[in-house]
């Protein structure tokens, strides 16, 4: 059986307690460090009952509700209710479609931003005429070939409400701020515009681990329980060291049986294979610089012999170690 969780993380708030949350954050920065963000427009978007819209899968959305409020749908078909001063998230770019509630007739939102959007105009109006829902919405771009199931593994929809407590009046002000660079062009917005996305995207994936607290499977509702957050940084920490089941268990504060059961449950991955993984992820980066050799890589993050490497590395990208370089892999 668990026994009781002595951390301070589940108790009042303390300078043991910041620490604690200072290093899942820190946990979180080191595993978006492997993807890189690309901002690429923020516009405004008046809408007026009854509509429907319409996302074809690509880029990834985001959307603060200014007024009104509206209906997305996740990839399990259910309707998450989106009310004013709430936010979402659409990271996996799966294409996706928003709407009053109601109506079932789909507007496509690429075509309305094609006849709608210019430099001097950044908004999209569509709808009946009737009560109005008003967003700033922005897309981007999760460049993770060298990591795709770091960006497969997030929800399809992630929703911040107002309720919780998380915006703190950031996400609009932040919305606005966006927006402001996007209408007065000066020298620099195109990069302050992607950079404050990256902020936005950023503060929305850290508040739904504080929300979800290890409620959501994959790495990143794990980061909001206590015990497994502790076994993921010292993978991270230490990927190249020899880490058994056991080891982890004791940095998580549980036994064997019950740290593989939860790790599992969460992460959808066992301890030691999320290991591998993350070691061979940070092997490929290894492999892409311009004098990596494939015995020096496999000593350095722990391999016995280069055979064993190349064939655990293949296994993971589907293509041999001496290929890194030249070879874009696809989400596995």
């Given amino acids: 059986m668990d026994h009781h969780d002595p951390s301070p993380a589940m108790h009042a708030p303390s300078s043991k307690n910041a620490i604690m949350l200072a290093s899942r954050v820190d ?3 080191q595993i ?55 936010l979402i998230m659409l990271p996996r770019g799966l294409g996706h479609g928003l709407s009053d509630g109601e109506c079932e007739t789909e507007a496509d939102l690429a075509a309305l931003m ?14 009946g005429g009737g009560q109005q829902t008003k967003l700033i919405a922005g897309a981007f771009r999760f460049e993770s070939a060298s990591v795709p199931w770091l960006v497969s593994a997030l ?31 000066y020298p620099g917005a195109s990069i302050m515009i992607s950079r404050l996305i990256d902020v936005l995207v950023i503060s929305i994936l850290r508040s739904w681990v504080r929300i979800e607290r290890g409620g959501n ?19 991270h920490d230490e990927p190249y060291r020899r880490w058994t089941v056991l080891d982890l268990a004791r940095v998580a504060g549980l036994s064997r049986s ?14 030691l294979s999320y290991h591998s993984r ?14 990596a050799k494939v015995g020096s890589v496999a000593r350095q993050v722990g391999y016995d012999s280069e055979a064993a490497f190349s064939r655990a590395f293949k296994a993971q990208f589907g293509f041999a170690p001496m290929n890194a370089k030249s070879t874009t892999i696809q989400d596995r």
Wanted: proline share 4%.
């Fill in 27 to 29: 946990l979180l920065s």
């Fill in 32 to 86: 978006l460090a492997m993807v890189s963000l690309h901002g690429e427009i923020v516009f405004t978007v008046e809408l007026s009952q009854p509509w429907a819209l319409h996302f074809h899968p690509g880029a990834a959305y985001f959307f603060i509700v200014l007024e009104g409020g509206l209906t997305v749908v996740n990839d399990q078909g259910h309707a998450l209710q989106v009310a004013i001063g709430d």
């Fill in 114 to 127: 094609a006849a709608q959007v210019t430099a001097e105009k950044l908004n999209v109006c569509h709808g």
């Fill in 155 to 185: 929800p399809s929809v992630i929703h911040i409400p107002k309720a919780s407590g998380e915006t703190a009046g950031w996400a609009e002000g932040l919305g606005y701020f966006m927006m402001k660079e996007a209408q007065e062009v």
């Fill in 217 to 235: 499977a994959g790495w990143l509702g794990a980061l909001g329980d206590a015990r497994i957050s502790r076994a993921l940084k010292a993978i």
């Fill in 258 to 271: 019950g740290f593989a059961a939860r790790f599992t449950a969460l992460v959808k991955e066992a301890p």
């Fill in 278 to 291: 993350w070691r061979l992820t940070l092997a490929l980066g290894l492999m892409r610089q311009p004098e």
